[in-house]
Structure formats: C-alpha cells, structure tokens
C-alpha cells in the first residue's frame, strides 16, 4: 500500500474550497474577516511574537507538564468553542461485516440514539447526512511511554475545521512562532530502507535548514515510512542542541481513524499530560503516532481506518500559512513553502503535481527509491525523451514488484504527469547524493525555493529582491552569496536598502556586513526617515520601547504626526531626549528638536524631494512640511546606527557599526555609559548581567584603543581627549568616561599624564611639595631656581637642539647645501619643527601670574585658607562665643560669606553652554556640593538662632553641629592624596555597608528592649526612661556595660523609684511587698545572654568581615580608584579662582564686573575643552581610524591565536576529516559489493552456458535455438536507451491539456506530448464531454446557445454529429465539447494594448535614456493580478466586454474609428486552459494608440499633480456580488509583473512607438 494516497481531483477541491471560505469570511463574517487580515502581517523578532501572544497554558519541566489553573480554563473554554469533531448519528450495518457500521465504527461506538435511528430508518448510509460536528473530546499534552519525558501537543479536529482557526491554535495556545519557511515533506507511507550515507544527509539537512530558518515541518505524523524518517532527524536535533531556540517544530497532521491506541488520547476535560503507548506489533492496518514529533493535528471525518482523510486540511493549512506574512509591515513578505519528496508511490506523484501546479517548489531526493528516482532520472531529460516508453521502462525498474497492476492509461496519466511536473523546471529541483558532495541538502532546499520565486511572477530585478528578502528572513548568509551575490547579477548600492532595513531590524549580522561589503552606502541609505522607521520597529518588550512610549506619550504630538502617519508615533526627537536622559545633562541633544528645525529651515528653506504621492492637495502641503522638517541631512550615520544597536543591546551590529564610525574612542565610552545605565533600570537580572558584560566590553575596547593611540603618538591621543566633539553632544572624552564611571580608562598612563599636567599648570611635574609652599609663602623665590616651569624648559630645550645643529660640523659658510646625487637639501631643513613656532621664555610677571594660577598652586591656598576657616569657627565656638558679636566672630561671617559667593560662582558657572538648568542638575549630582549646601543653611540658621537671646544657646549649639559638617568637608581635599584618597573611598563604602548593618542592629536592640522592659517594668510613663531602656541602655550594652537590674544580686530599690516620683530615678523592677523581686531571673539573664550572643557576636562579627570585603575592593583596585578621583578635584581647582577665601571675594568682584562689562562670560576651561578647527578634526580623526585598524587586526590576530579558537579549528578539521572517511568507506562498501555481484553474474553465466551447451550435445535442442547470453555495461545500455529514444517535436498547447478543466470537477483524458497530434494513434482515447449550460468569458453571463449554427442539421445521430464537430488545429486536449467557450471551433478574442506616453506634472513627456516613456491602460478584479482588458468577443460586438465596462459610449466610438489604423501585434491560436478537442480561442492582440491631440486622453483616467495616473474605482456585480473594477494607467518598464507577462507584445510596441523598454 502506498502512503499518501493524494488525487488531483481532491486537491484541486481544496484549493477551490479554500478559496470559497475566504470569500465567505470575508463576506459573512466582517469581524472574523478583520482577524483574518490581520494575521497576514507576522513581526519578524521572535521575542516580539512572543510577547504579542497568549501564553501557552504550559509550563514544561524537567519531570512533568505544570499546568496553570487560570490559562487551562481558558484554553479548554477556546477549544469548546472553536475546535470540533465528526461523529455518526445513524449506524448502518455493513453487510461484509456484523456489528459494524458504514462509517467503519463497531456498535459500541456509537450512541444510543445513533443505533436506535439506524433501526427505525431503513435509508442508506450518507456521510454529508449522517456525520455531524460536536466539540471535541481529545486535546492537551501527549507524553509517549517508554520514549523519555518528551511532551508534545495534540488535538482532534474536524476535517472542515478553518485554517485560521488552526493557525490561531498553533501560535496563541501552542505557543509556536510563526514560521520563516514550511517544510512540507512527503513520500512513501510504508517503511523503506534508506542507505546510511543518503540518511544522515537528510537528516543533518534537514536539521540545518529547519534551525537556521525556524521552519516549520509538516508530515503525516505516523511512525513510518518518511515520517519515521523526519522524526527520527527531530530526535537527532534534540539530543545534539542544547538551545531551545534551536529546536525543531514538527508538526504531524494524520487521520484520527487510522491512529492505533487513540482512545488513550480522549477526554473532554483534555490530558495534561496522557501517556500514550506506541504497539506496532498489534496495530494492524491501523499506524502509531511518531514519537518524535512535536505537534500532532489528529483530522477526523467520523470514519475508521481510512487514510488521506487529512489531505484537504492539510494542503488548506499549508496555503493558508504560505499566504501569511514574516518581516516587519515595511519589508515583509509571504511565508516560502517547499515540498521535499522521499520515495513514495502513485499517491506522491499526484502530491507533487498538485504541490507544482499551485507554485510550490519541490525537492526530489535521488537514491531514496520509487517516485523520487523516476523524477530523478527523467529531471534533467528534453522533454521529447520523455515518452511512454520511458515511463514504463522507469516503472518496471522501480516498480518491479507492482508494474503489473498498472494499467495503460494510468502509465499514460503517469507519463502526463511526469511531463508536466518536469517542464516546470523553475520548481523542481533535484538532490543528487553523489553530485552534490560539497553541497548540503539545506542548501539544495534553499537555493529550490530561490530558483522557484521567477515561477511567482518576479522578474528582474524584483526576482533578484525577493530572492534577498527570502535569504535575510532565513539569515543564510551562504546562500546569498553562492547564489544571490554573483558576478552575472548585478546590484545597485540603492538595490540593497530595502533588504538593508529588514536585516537592520531582524537582528542579522551577517548580511549587514554582506550589504556593506557589497556597496551599501550608509549615507545614502540611512535617512531621517529610515531611522525613525527603525526605531518605531523597536520590539514592545524591551526597556527602550517603554522608555520611548513614555516619553512620546508624556510630549505633545504636533500636527505634523498627527496629519502624515498615524503609525509613525516616535520621532527623532523623542529619541534625543531618552538618549539625554541615558547620557546626562552634560550632553547636547544629539538630534534637533521640531521647533530647532523648523527655525532651521525659515533661514534655508529648499526644495524636498517627495517620493511618496498624497491623495490630496491639503496631506500633499501637510507631508512636504513633514518631509521638510524630517529630511536634514544625517551627518553621522554610523553613529546613529550604532546608538540604535546599542540601546536594543545588539552585540554583533554594534561591533559593525563600531568599526566603521569614526571617533571610536567617544563611541565606546557612550555605549558604556549607555549600557551601565539600562543595566540599573532593568529588571531582568540576565539581562542587566549582559548589559554589564558587554559594556565592560566596550570599555575595554576604549582603553585598548586609546592605549594603541598614546603608544603611537602622546600629544595627539592627549588632544583626543580633550577635543570637543560634535557627534556625541558637544563634550569630550575625558567627560564621558568620568560619567560612564570608567575607572580602568580614567586609570591610564595617558590620561593621568594630562590630568598631572593641568594640575600642576606652567610649573614642571617634577616639582616637590615643600617648593611650591615657599613660594607660596615667600613669592620672590619664584624668581630664583628653586622651582622651574615647564615653558622654560621647553625653550631651553629648543635652543638647545637648535645650536646643536647649526653648529656640528658646519663650514663658516651658512649657505653650503648637502649633494645626495641629484638632490641638494638644505641644512635648515633638518631643523626639529615644533608647533611652537613663537616659544618664548616666561617674563617676570608672567612666572608670577602662572604660579599662582596653577591648580596645584590654588589648592594649597585653599587648603591653608581653610584650615584657617575652620581655626576661627572653632577659637568663635569655644573661647569667643558672646552675646554681642566679637570682631573675630564678625570675621567668621564675612568669611563664611565669601564661601557662600564661590558656592554661587559654582553654580552659575558654565564653561561648556549646558544653560542653567543642566548646570544646576549636575551642581546639585556631587555629594560634596550637597554638603556645602546644607552645611550653610545650618550656618545661616544658627546665625539667626544666635542674635536673638532667648534663642542664643540654640544658635551655638546649631553651629557646634554645623562645624562637624565642616571638618567632614576636608574629606574631600585630601582625595588628591594618593595615600589617604584612598582611605577616604573606604571611609565612604563602609558608610554604606554600615546602614545595612544598622537595620539589622536597630531590629534586635528594639526587640530585647521591649521585651526587657515588659518584663522587668510595670507601666513606665516617661518617655525619656522608656527610650533608656528600650533603645539606649541595650544599645550600650554592646559596649560592654551589663546592667545590674537583670538579675537579683543587682536589685537595690535605694537606686530606683517605685512609683516613678523621681524623674532622675528609672522605676524599680517587679517585687513585692516586702521589697523582693519578683520577675523571673532566669529568662531575663538568658533573654540577655541571647542578645549579647546575637549582637556582640554575630551582628558584629558581620559588620567587621563586610568591613573587611570592601577594604579589600578597594585595596585591589587602590590606585585606579585614585585616578578616578582625581578629576573632578583638579577640574574645580582649576576652574577656581586663584585668590582663596576670604580673599577670594576680590575674584568674584572682578568677574562680575567682567560680565557686566563685556556680555560674555571666561571661558577659562581650555584645558579641558578644546575646540578644532575642521581641518585638524578631520585629520586626528583620520589617525584614531588608522590607529583603530591596527588595534582590529592585532585583536583579530591575538584571538585566532588564543586556545579555545586553536581547539575549536582543530575539532572542525577533525570533523570533517571524519566525514570524508565515513563517506569514502561507505562507497568503498558499495564498491565492493557491486564488483562481487558482477563476480557472481559472470560466474552465473558460465554455468549458464555450460548447461546449454551440455543440453546440446545430448541433443535436447538445436544450438539456432537457444538464448545468447550476453553481458552489457551499463555504458552499452545507456547508448541502446539513446538509439530507442526518438527526438519528438515539442507539444503544440500545454494550458489545454491541463488535467482539471477549469470551474469544474472533471478531469480530462491525460494525453502526453507525444499522442497530441491528430495523426498518431492515440488507441483507448476516450476524453469526456463537457458543455456548460451558460458559456461566457471570465465575467460575463455570457449568451444562449446556438445550437442549429452550430451543430448543422438536427437529424445527424450522435456519432456523426460528433465526428462533424471541428477539431482542435493544435491536436488533442483531452476534453470534448465546448466547454467554458461560447461556439464550437475558433472562438474569436481580443487583448487591446492601449498606450499612450508618460507626461511630468509640467505636462512634458517623460523620457529615459533619450527615449519617450510609453504607458498602458490595465485593470483588476478583486483578488486578482492587474492585466488587461481583453476577453473573448460576443456576437456582433467590436471590443471584448471588460473594455465596454470602463469606457462609455463616446469613447468606444472613438476607439471603432481608431481601431481601423491600431497596429496588429499578435493574430493565431491561443494556448487556454478552456480549449478543448472541438473549440478553442483565437486572440487579436491590437495596439491602439493616444496621440497627444486626442481629446480622450485623459478621460479615461486622470493624471495627479505629478503625472502620475491615479487608480480608477468602477462598481459592478460578479456572481451577484458588488466589487470594485480597478483600472489605471501603467508604465511600461522591465521588472513589473504585468509588464513580464506581456513582455513580447510590448517589445513590439514599444520598438513601433520608439519608446523605452
């Protein structure tokens, strides 16, 4: 028996049935039509199908299904309502079996009412009467015994169940991600031995393919035959990954009569899981589920045992999900299906044509045996080889054991069949083992359905495009380039944009690099608009979707957005305020704002170009306003490919765009900050692990590449890091890495040279401490050499090298030249150059105004300044504090004033333009600055506490307070210093660990607080005795001090009040009368001994190893956190002003006066700022870039160098060596064995003819008699096959032979090529005869018959009349009869090409390449492709009727006088799918053409403001129904499909016209 028994008959019903469910939903059912649109459109992100998904009910462990209560409801409430089975309603006995009904279910199995109607009915067995729909009893999880914990998903549907509804299933409630490929496979039914090499190479191909691409595979679901095969390949794939991503969907859809132990499947509550017991010993007819598979669809027709019950379903299936979409709404595109074909019998062969004559590639698998080599063998034959002959002679060799079973028209439909199927060579596509070695079985499957998207109407350039789009969704970078990306193929850069976004926005990696390798321009590609697209493509469960959904929603939406694209929700600007938000306040913002452009282009307002047209004047002004606003020019691209791919955490396309910006250094360090931040405000705890990886990536990338730069050249990676950068906001490098916290960048030799050199100024770093405090305190040893500047040295240096040159070995004479050969060169030209061209030494005045200036310099005086600050408040607070303000006390105010001015200074203070608000949030972002601020409000508030005399104590005391606020402050100075910095970090670390520490403290001191108190106490009213001994006396008992009132030997009631009289006495303790105590000594001394344990020992124990971890942090890293923290000490030293308090207040006057006087603030922060002209950016630049490709190459090299890329290379080698062997010692077997048969033949034959020749000579015949015995090579065979073939004629029609006549159920006789002539014998031809009632064309009632014209004389019998019917010129098509057509004989039809030429919205006539521009008129029904309008001529009529349909009668008068000079393109027989063996139509393509004087031209359908012609809407009734008539004007160009279907008739017209093609 063979396994699929597939007919034309039923598949060709399914299609048709498919199709009349769509129209009926969308017809019956709008809202249900609504969800079916809406499914068409599948998100090509996996975790966003997840995200947009119901969650699947189960939740898979390692031992059993868990299932969720709230979620199985749901889903067992879905599938009552949606999902149904077949059940007999009548029980018919059989008559060749007792107890069995018709349906093939014994009595049992039937219900009572069934049997009982059986009785009082007497009417035959009717399955569209007596099978009804009830919802179904078998669905949930399906676990097979014996074969591990593998869970799989079933349920029983009816065989007239929805495709939506299924799919709705298999990705709401399975879980299932919609697929990017569907893998149909098929074959033979029954098992069948497969050669091992043949078997593993399936198996791995089809595990490749289905991986890479998340296919999904479709088989019958049964353990055997090729579906034993697939899933012994999912099996495979499960043991050998570990990912789930990578596993394998499976999908078996068989029949529920045919399935062996299916009542272990049945509960209408659902089995979550039910074991399932695979008895292939006792199945009998019947088969047993795949354990393999992932997912069974079990279709029921309320019958048993009988197969193919779920081919219509299936094949519905599989259109219906070939017709969804994958990719995103811009670039998507419909699901590709293949149908991969193992072996199989008649049933398979009638698959695959099917499968072929609906589009759907196939791959034939040679070697696997039957149907699959028949088609092997005949694949690659013209097509005159292919003849009954060959057939049968395929049949006996692979059909041996069944050839005599077929008869003579089945090998004749076989052979019909088979020609069909091969002259559809775009579809097939066939796997030859020991042809494709190198080659993989993925990318024979791959490279099928490449090669099939020509057959889909894609030409071109458009072919070429949907050829990428299918290799982007499947990332096969392999494919692409073996077959897309070759030398005779020829892209465009502007080609590769589309396919650019998809890979963008899908995650692929690979093919960005592929696009950008091959042309790709990502200047010309990435427009504003672009990255608005891609950031509106941002999946919903990200962190950036939800940052940039808050902020769009918490921003007001201008009109512009609201009027252009309501899907278009996130703009630029929303994008530069969550990347401000992530980078800082220090930042820019990196995109402009509406109102910035729009100010922008008031100055410079020129032309956009708009590529898309509105639908009217007022959305045209609206979207040039828009475009005017979104089309700036994006200067880096690069960058803001980079930020994109940064903020989705998108490793592999940054890394890309990471290499090809420029400014790397910057860029490392804002993914760093970037990343650092989305890390701390995620809440997913893999993924902010990630996050923190890839950021410590980044950072190591920076300190890397800065590295490389300051080993190359010291004073150009200095000037990197301080130069101003335009691309990341207008800050430096040394600023973003202190906001991304880089300690190890802020650690480097580079770094810390620049920052030690700003902070000791124009004095030299080599400069000891004690100098520059006498100089500071005696200011004329500055002249002397104590100390030495830097600007000295460098000239002294100068002159040095200068003299040293001018003066070695020189003659008298300055004018001698150096001879080398021809070359004379100047001595002055070996000069050193310096950039200093004007280097100076220091004047007098100016060694004064740099010393005192330097940072180092300005810190000293500061620190001695404040020393002082804090030796006046504490002399005030201690010895002079009066009620009337002393004169030192007055000189505290004024200088604590002066401190307040400089607070002041700090905060107005904004060398880098952020603008007050940015200013003030990072004045406000320091601790330290926090603690200047409070420690002068509490000043401020013990002042006016201390001049008023009811309040003076409260004033000092507020001040005492204030000055241990401002003795912490000189934490802060001391950072600088390398050896107590240091301490200070951990001074402040610890701090932290000590709050944690005092929760815990804090909870068991209140708990035996209370608890002692309850207990030793008897109602305490004063609150402060009550704090004593609940809080503080516990607290000090961690110190040591054990009180006496917790046991009896401390109990003296002379120490203690009783009633509590004394408020300077606590209350005594519980006793009695005659004064003893009362309470319970026991549990008071354990209850004191517990705490001390739990306190003393632990807590403490705690606190001082949580101690000891963070001064081993940050004794490790001791000296990187010190230079971390040196920058923000030496940048407000060096900003400040030289002058220190209380003198500094002569500073702040003279900046105030300096403002006021001049408009403009100092900026006195070059130091760290430094602005580049463009040139000197663009060539520092230029050299980071070099710098950066060395750094590349060396990681490259270091990481092929490492060992896990050594071992990895070697286990790839060894694998492969491995295959090579097993391949080589598997043909070494087969050779073997095929020399020792051929040993054996020749032995054989020897004997053969000893025997003959001894029958012979003992005269039991003559020797003229007996047999020769010859042995042939196959190479003598193969010619024999050659001489037999003959060279045949190709087939004049092929549509007409089509095996199902069009609009119905018949099928036609199948006539190969070779019997279509009218003179070769075609002996048994005995075609059908068909004539519908109503004949018309394909939108038409069409007229009566006229059947005396057309018949002649009434009288003629039957067979004459039929022998009097003309016969097709092309020979036969298998039909009698008229058909669809109208008339026997030649039914006259017309294709009018009306044309006119292309005009610009200045009506000029457009032109390409120096030639005009032709465009022609085309129309569309619903649902179908635009053509045009021609159709079959009715009596008496001049025009077919789609043309009198959208033309009036003023204007088909027009075309009557026009049609008499129209150009004759094309006049003969058409090849029609409605011709049969007595009629058949004969076309008229004409060529009526609209000079520019017509007055008609555009009355048909009117041009748009650009010319463009828009598309015309015209009501009309088809089958009773109103649609719509689309008709428009059409250019004539290569690539478009209608253009590709009519592309001879157009060459020739255009070539009449000299127009473009």
Not at 244 to 251: D, L, M, Y
Not at 506 to 518: A, H, I, M, Q, T
Not at 814 to 820: E, F, G, M
Not at 1308 to 1319: A, C, H, L, N, Q
Request: with cysteine; aromatic share 10%; glycine share 6%.
């Amino acid at each position: 028996m063979d396994g699929e028994l597939t007919m034309s008959k039923k598949a060709t019903s399914a299609k048709r049935k498919s199709s009349a469910e769509e129209q009926n939903t969308n017809q019956v059912h709008p809202l249900r039509a609504e969800l079916y649109d809406q499914r068409k459109t599948i998100l090509n992100t996996d975790m966003l199908n997840i995200i947009k998904r119901s969650p699947s009910f189960i939740r898979t462990g390692q031992s059993s299904a868990k299932i969720v209560s709230a979620e199985q409801d749901q889903f067992r409430k879905w599938i009552r309502d949606n999902i149904r089975k077949k059940e007999c309603i009548y029980f018919f006995e059989r008559q060749t079996a007792g107890s069995v009904c018709e349906c093939g279910y014994p009595r049992e199995h039937h219900r009572e009412e069934a049997i009982n109607l059986g009785r009082l009915h007497g009417e035959q067995w009717n399955a569209m009467k007596h099978l009804r729909q009830v919802p179904t009893d078998a669905f949930g999880d399906i676990v097979f015994e014996g074969q591990g914990q593998k869970v799989a998903k079933y349920a029983r549907v009816s065989n007239d169940t929805a495709p939506v509804t299924l799919y709705h299933l298999m990705t709401e409630y399975w879980g299932l991600n919609p697929p990017h490929l569907l893998i149909s496979v098929t074959g033979g039914a029954k098992n069948f031995h497969l050669k091992r090499g043949l078997r593993v190479m399936f198996q791995r191909g089809l595990i490749k393919v289905a991986q890479s691409t998340g296919a999904w595979i479709i088989t019958g679901g049964t353990f055997a035959g090729v579906m034993r095969h697939v899933g012994e390949s999912v099996r495979h794939c499960k043991m050998t990954s570990q990912s789930k991503k990578q596993q394998i969907v499976a999908i078996g859809i068989a029949s529920w009569g045919i399935v062996h132990n299916r009542e272990s499947l049945i509960s209408e509550e659902g089995r979550f899981p039910v074991e399932y017991y695979m008895d292939e010993a006792n199945q009998g007819r019947l088969s047993c589920l795949d354990h393999n598979h992932t997912h069974f669809i079990l279709v029921d027709n309320g019958t048993h045992g009988q197969y193919g019950v779920e081919i219509l379903l299936r094949a519905q299936l599989e259109k219906y999900i070939s017709k969804q979409r994958m990719g995103t709404e811009d670039v998507g595109i419909e699901i590709p299906i293949v149908c991969v074909v193992l072996e199989g019998g008649p049933g398979t062969l009638n698959t695959i044509y099917n499968a072929m004559s609906n589009g759907t590639p196939c791959v034939i698998v040679e070697g696997s045996g039957r149907v699959a080599d028949v088609l092997a063998n005949a694949a690659d034959l013209p097509m005159a080889q292919i003849t009954i002959s060959f057939v049968q002679k395929q049949l006996r060799m692979f059909f041996a054991e069944m050839y005599d079973k077929f008869s003579e028209r089945e090998i004749t439909s076989w052979t019909k069949k088979i020609q069909d199927i091969v002259r559809m060579r775009e579809l097939l596509t066939v796997f030859r083992t020991e042809k494709s070695s190198n080659d993989e079985l993925d990318v024979a499957i791959l490279e099928a359905l490449l090669k099939a998207s020509t057959s889909h109407g894609h030409k071109g350039q458009e072919n070429l495009d949907h050829q990428m789009k299918l290799a982007v969704a499947w990332n096969r970078v392999d494919i692409a380039k073996s077959t897309i990306f070759t030398d005779n193929k020829h892209w465009k850069p502007h080609h590769l944009h589309q396919a650019m976004f998809a890979a963008l926005v899908s995650d692929k990696p690979g093919f960005v690099e592929l696009f950008l390798e091959n042309g790709v321009n990502l200047r010309e590609f990435l427009t504003p608009e672009i990255l608005e697209r891609l950031y509106n493509n941002v999946p919903p469960y990200t962190l950036l979707y939800k940052k940039l959904q808050k902020v769009v929603q918490g921003g007001k939406q201008t009109h512009v957005t609201d009027t252009t694209d309501s899907k278009r929700n996130v703009l630029l600007h929303h994008v530069s305020t969550v990347l401000q938000e992530l980078l800082g306040e220090f930042t820019e913002p990196l995109y402009r704002t509406l109102k910035d452009v729009q100010d922008r282009k008031k100055v410079n307002n020129t032309a956009i170009k708009i590529n898309i047209l509105p639908s009217s004047l007022q959305e045209l002004h609206t979207y040039s306003q828009e475009s005017r606003i979104c089309e700036q020019e994006v200067e880096n691209p690069e960058r803001d490919l980079f930020i994109w791919a940064i903020l989705q955490k998108r490793k592999d396309l940054a890394s890309i765009f990471w290499v090809q910006a420029m400014d790397s250094i910057d860029a490392s360090l804002v993914a760093c900050k970037i990343l650092k931040k989305l890390s701390c405000e995620e809440n997913d705890t893999d993924l902010s692990e990630e996050m923190e990886e890839l950021a410590q990536e980044y950072e190591n990338r920076a300190v890397g590449l800065f590295t490389e730069c300051y080993r190359k050249h010291s004073k150009r990676a200095q000037k990197l890091l301080i130069r101003v950068s335009s691309t990341w906001g207008n800050t430096t490098c040394l600023r973003l890495a202190l906001e991304a916290e880089s300690q190890k960048f802020m650690a480097l030799g580079g770094v810390q040279a620049l920052l030690t050199k700003i902070w000791w100024g124009e004095l030299s770093v080599d400069t000891n401490t004690w100098q520059v405090l006498l100089c500071l305190l005696l200011w004329p040893v500055i002249y002397s050499n104590l100390i030495t500047f830097r600007r000295d040295e460098e000239w002294r240096k100068k002159k040095l090298s200068s003299d040293n040159v001018l003066i070695a070995n020189l003659p008298e004479n300055s004018n001698v030249k150096l001879h080398t050969g021809q070359r004379s060169i100047s001595r002055t030209a070996l000069l050193p150059r310096s950039d200093d061209t004007d280097l100076k030494p220091l004047t007098p005045w100016q060694k004064l105004k740099t010393f005192y200036t330097a940072p180092v310099v300005v810190f000293y005086w500061n620190v001695l300044a404040y020393f002082g600050f804090l030796w006046l408040f504490s002399y005030v607070l201690v010895i002079d504090f009066q009620k009337q303000p002393s004169g030192r006390e007055y000189l505290l105010y004024f200088w604590l004033s002066t401190l307040v001015c400089e607070e002041i200074r700090q905060l107005f203070y904004d060398p880098g333009g952020f603008g007050f608000r940015r200013k003030a949030l990072l004045y406000i972002s320091s601790a330290w600055n926090c603690m200047d601020v409070a420690a002068i409000v509490i000043f401020v508030v013990g002042l006016l506490c201390r001049f008023f005399p009811s309040t003076l104590y409260l004033g000092k005391i507020i001040l005492a307070l204030d000055f241990i606020i401002y003795c912490l402050r000189v934490m802060h100075i001391f950072t600088v210093s390398k050896t107590l910095g240091p301490k200070i970090i951990m001074v402040q670390m610890m701090m932290k660990d000590i709050f944690f520490f005092l929760f815990l403290l804090i909870l068991a001191i209140v708990a035996y607080g209370v608890a002692k108190q309850g207990i030793l106490i008897h109602n305490e009213q004063r609150l402060n005795w009550i704090f004593q001994g609940v809080v503080y006396q516990p607290y000090r008992m961690i110190f040591g001090e054990i009180p006496n009132d917790v046991s009896y030997s401390g109990f003296d009631l002379s120490q203690c009040t009783v009633n509590g009289s004394d408020p300077y006495k606590p209350m005594c303790p519980e006793h009695d009368s005659e004064k003893i105590p009362t309470f319970p000594e026991w549990l008071t001394t354990m209850l004191l001994c517990l705490y001390l344990l739990f306190s003393n020992i632990l807590l403490l124990n705690l606190l001082i190893a949580m101690f000891n971890y963070t001064f081993q942090v940050v004794q490790d890293n001791t000296d990187i956190i010190w230079k971390f923290q040196r920058y923000p000490l030496i940048e407000e030293y060096y900003c400040r002003p030289p002058a220190p308090p209380p003198f500094i207040v002569f500073s702040h006057i003279f900046l105030l006066i300096e403002h006021l006087v001049q408009r403009k603030p100092r900026w006195k922060h070059k130091k760290f700022k430094k602005q580049l002209d463009e040139k000197e950016e663009a060539e520092l630049l230029a050299w980071e870039a070099i710098i950066k490709e060395n750094y590349l190459m060396k990681q490259n090299r270091r990481e092929k160098q490492s060992l896990n890329q050594q071992i990895n290379y070697t286990k790839e080698k060894v694998d492969a060596v491995a295959e090579a062997i097993d391949l080589n010692r598997e043909g070494s077997k087969m050779e073997h064995r095929i020399s020792h048969l051929e040993e054996q033949m020749m032995q054989t034959m020897r004997a053969l003819n000893w025997i003959v020749n001894t029958l012979i000579e003992k005269d039991f015949g003559s020797r003229e008699s007996a047999p020769t015995l010859v042995i042939s090579d196959n190479k003598d065979t193969e010619d024999e096959f050659e001489a037999e073939a003959k060279e045949l004629k190709p087939a004049c029609h092929v549509l007409a032979r089509s095996l199902v006549y069009p609009g119905t159920n018949i099928n036609r006789f199948p006539v190969p090529d070779e019997k279509v002539p009218w003179k070769v014998k075609f002996d048994g031809y005995t075609p059908p005869i068909y004539t519908t009632e109503t004949a018309g064309d394909d939108h038409s009632t069409g007229l009566a018959e006229r059947k005396k014209s057309e018949t002649g004389d009434a009288g003629l019998d039957a067979p004459e009349l039929e022998e009097s019917l003309p016969l097709n010129p092309h020979g036969r098509t298998g039909m009698r009869g008229k058909g669809n057509l109208r008339c026997y004989g030649p039914n006259l039809a017309m294709n009018p090409i009306i044309t006119r030429f292309k005009r610009n919205s200045d009506n000029a006539v457009t032109e390409k390449n120096g030639k005009r521009v032709l465009e022609f008129l085309v129309i569309r029904y619903p649902g179908e492709e635009w053509t045009t309008p021609m159709g079959i001529l009715e009596p008496g009529e001049m025009f077919p009727r789609n043309m009198r349909i959208i033309l009036n009668q003023k204007i088909l008068g027009m075309f009557r006088k026009l049609q008499k000079k129209a150009l004759e393109v094309c006049k003969g027989y058409e090849d029609d799918i409605r011709n049969t063996d007595n009629a058949w139509i004969e076309t008229m393509v004409i060529n009526m053409h609209l000079d520019d004087d017509n007055p008609f031209i555009n009355a048909i359908t009117s041009r748009g403001g650009s010319g463009t012609s828009r598309e015309m809407k015209i009501p009309l009734m088809v089958e009773g129904v109103a649609k719509e008539l689309a008709v428009q004007w059409q250019t004539v160009k290569q690539g478009d499909p209608v253009c590709a279907r009519y592309k001879a008739y157009l060459q020739v017209v255009t070539d009449f016209h000299g127009a473009c093609f």
